[in-house]
């Protein structure tokens, strides 16, 4: 069963179509991947799907309901959650803290209550606080609470940023190029600990990934942007013996030459 389906979804940025028509469909407990080059509209995608964009044509379907249309906070409740390309940590602030600012969405008492500090405030912030210390031991940071998130080394803060959006409790997880500015050993890890993410915590994930083999390693299926329009989409062998995927990535002669030699094998 679908956990998110889109169905020509449309961004234009005045004459420009960063986004076209774009169907896309991502079973559930699934690690999915959206390649393409440099400007081909993944970062806009996730912005769509996030609410952050609002789409001029199209239909996105999350669990079963409509949510393109609903503001951000309200698609992060339904279940969505997502990390960034740059670290967007509160640098000022530490691990359990930017962990707890993910936790918002889940507390139940009223700004009145946290003003006078009641009781139900009390335990609403105990129980948020032992969550938040959960969370960052599960993403392998124990004992790092309260360190400044600035202060932690790249490969911290990208988990740390995972934590916090773990703590909104999502379905649906979105990295958007998690693995940018690691090294192979770095990304081998993380990749590993993002497929355990699904295993361990049932999570349905979607990245955006320039790291062709962390893509070709964790993903159930790969879909292709060129343009703002997909291009293919398929299991790692198909998309790596797309032309069309070469094409986009390599340019006309290298899928010619792959035509070429197919024809002549």
Same mark, same amino acid.
């Given at each position: 069963?679908?956990?998110?389906?889109?169905?020509?979804? %449309?961004?234009?940025?005045?004459? *420009?179509? #960063?986004?076209?028509?774009?169907?896309?469909?991502?079973?559930?407990?699934?690690?999915?991947?959206?390649?393409?080059?440099?400007? #081909?509209?993944?970062?806009?995608?996730?912005?769509?799907?996030?609410?952050?964009?609002?789409?001029?044509?199209?239909?996105?379907?999350?669990?079963?309901?409509?949510?393109?249309?609903?503001? %951000?906070?309200?698609?992060?409740?339904?279940?969505?959650?997502?990390?960034?390309?740059?670290?967007?940590?509160?640098?000022?602030? %530490?691990?359990?803290?930017?962990?707890?600012?993910?936790?918002?969405? !889940?507390?139940?008492?009223?700004?009145?209550?946290?003003?006078? !500090?009641?009781?139900?405030?009390?335990?609403?912030?105990?129980?948020?606080?032992?969550?938040?210390?959960? *969370?960052?031991?599960?993403?392998?940071? !124990?004992? *790092?609470?309260?360190?400044?998130?600035?202060?932690?080394?790249?490969?911290?803060?990208?988990?740390?940023?995972?934590?916090?959006?773990?703590?909104?409790?999502?379905?649906?997880?979105?990295?958007?190029?998690?693995?940018?500015?690691?090294?192979? !050993?770095?990304?081998?890890?993380?990749?590993?600990?993002?497929?355990?993410?699904?295993?361990?915590?049932?999570?349905?994930?979607?990245? +955006?990934?320039?790291?062709?083999?962390?893509?070709?390693?964790?993903?159930?299926?790969?879909?292709?942007?060129?343009?703002?329009?997909?291009?293919?989409?398929?299991?790692?062998?198909? +998309?790596?013996?797309?032309?069309?995927?070469?094409?986009?990535?390599?340019?006309?002669?290298?899928?010619?030459?792959?035509?070429?030699?197919?024809?002549?094998?």
């Amino acid at each position: 069963m679908s956990l998110l389906s889109t169905n020509a979804v %449309t961004k234009n940025f005045g004459g *420009l179509v #960063a986004v076209n028509k774009f169907d896309f469909d991502l079973p559930k407990q699934k690690i999915a991947s959206i390649i393409g080059p440099n400007g #081909a509209g993944k970062t806009t995608f996730f912005n769509c799907i996030t609410g952050f964009y609002q789409i001029d044509d199209g239909e996105i379907i999350f669990d079963g309901e409509r949510v393109n249309g609903l503001s %951000t906070d309200k698609i992060t409740r339904k279940g969505i959650a997502r990390t960034y390309q740059n670290i967007r940590l509160f640098p000022a602030m %530490t691990a359990i803290e930017n962990i707890l600012v993910g936790y918002t969405p !889940h507390y139940h008492t009223y700004w009145v209550e946290a003003i006078v !500090h009641t009781r139900r405030i009390k335990e609403e912030e105990a129980r948020a606080s032992e969550e938040a210390t959960r *969370l960052l031991n599960f993403v392998g940071l !124990h004992g *790092l609470g309260d360190q400044l998130s600035r202060n932690l080394p790249y490969g911290a803060q990208r988990r740390l940023e995972i934590a916090r959006a773990l703590a909104s409790k999502p379905k649906l997880l979105l990295l958007d190029e998690p693995t940018a500015g690691m090294n192979p !050993h770095e990304s081998a890890e993380l990749t590993d600990f993002i497929r355990n993410l699904r295993d361990e915590l049932g999570i349905t994930i979607l990245l +955006i990934e320039h790291d062709m083999r962390v893509v070709m390693d964790i993903s159930e299926q790969i879909s292709v942007m060129d343009f703002g329009t997909k291009i293919a989409e398929g299991n790692p062998i198909e +998309i790596q013996r797309n032309p069309r995927v070469i094409e986009a990535y390599l340019g006309r002669g290298a899928a010619a030459g792959l035509e070429l030699q197919g024809a002549t094998a």
